[in-house]
């Protein structure tokens, strides 16, 4: 009876070890490749003014973060695709000018979506792809 019961907590407790390392590696991946694409993020200090520019391992660094953003829905080719249009980005970072820590705007922000986002949906499909496999081949050894 309780037998069971761990093994199906612990096939449960796989399952979301295996998920997270699953949306880790993706993460990972799409850190590496928009850094090797070459975006440096342009950032401008709210407290003094002063520009400098982050790469993107730097920017990521930061979590807290706040946006104003509006969906736009275009079509491409057959699809209809909805993304975020920002008009405002920032993130908290100590400042190279007055060393302060400092909200910092972000100034190219849709052009870093641009980049990110084809970059991210195919390391993120790739991840998905592979958990849609195991739960099929999951599903024929235990059902
Ligand atoms: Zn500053």
Redesign the pocket.
């Known amino acids: 009876m309780y037998a069971w019961l761990a093994v199906v907590l612990l096939a449960i407790l796989a399952c979301v070890i295996f998920m997270a390392g699953l949306f880790v590696t993706a993460w990972r991946h799409t850190l590496a490749q928009v850094e090797a694409s070459g975006l440096r993020y342009r950032m401008r200090?709210?407290?003094?003014?002063?520009e400098f520019e982050l790469s993107p391992r730097e920017f990521a660094r930061s979590g807290m973060r706040r946006s104003r953003s509006t969906t736009r829905t275009r079509a491409k080719g057959v699809a209809l695709v909805s993304q975020p249009h920002y008009h405002y980005v920032a993130k908290r970072f100590v400042?190279?000018?007055?060393?302060?820590r400092?909200w910092?705007e972000n100034l190219n922000a849709n052009e870093a979506r641009d980049v990110v986002n084809p970059i991210a949906l195919r390391s993120f499909g790739a991840a998905l792809v592979v958990l849609v496999v195991t739960g099929f081949v999951l599903r024929a050894v235990l059902v």
């Not at 400042?95 to 302060?100: K, N």
């Open positions: 200090c709210e407290s003094c003014g002063f400042c190279p000018a007055c060393g302060e400092a910092c």
